[in-house]
């Protein structure tokens, strides 16, 4: 079978405490099932100007933060987009840089069941943006169905366990309230979620 490539739409490095344990490298891929309004990379996912490359490709990349990654527990963040768009490279590319680094995606989890099912073979950690637990805020916010995230969300936790998957729970302008925004921690610690992230969404300018 022949391997999947990776849409790379940019590589940022030298990250500490953003996305991931440690120091990381931001790996962005192209395409997302959502339409968020505040979405600050919309501008960039539909020019499609994306960059296929092979796992090896990507791995050499980045391989020159190798001892980075080693020292201070850090690695890969895949992001994008949707990072699980690309399950089927993950495996690929931990294959080239082994166990020493760690793997992380960035999620929507607004994907199939089978896709979060191939990243858990390969990702070390999680991080899922889960907007709003509310199903009415959540479609009128991303256009998608908030069952899907949270189907996936329950599967994911039992995959892998609590440990691995961190959730970021968004204040987001116009669409929800502080209120809302601690309702859906409640029902995501009701669901077994033990590392949760509050933050607020910065509305990008038009
Ligand atoms: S999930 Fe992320 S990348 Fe996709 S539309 Fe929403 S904010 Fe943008």
Redesign the pocket.
Known sequence: MEAPLFPLLSISRHRMGIDGRGVTTLVAGAG?????R?????RL?ERNEAEPVTARELYKRVQGDDLYYRATGGGITFG???ALLQAAFFAHFRALCGDGWRLCAET?L?VSRELVETAAESIDEFIV?C?DMDEAVYHSY?GGDEKIMEDNLRFLLKRVGADRVVVRVPRIPEYNTAESQKRSAARLKDLGVTRLDLFDYVRPKE
């Open positions: 997302c099932p959502l339409q968020c505040w979405c600050i990379n919309r996912l994008g987009g949707e929507s607004a943006d907007k991303t």
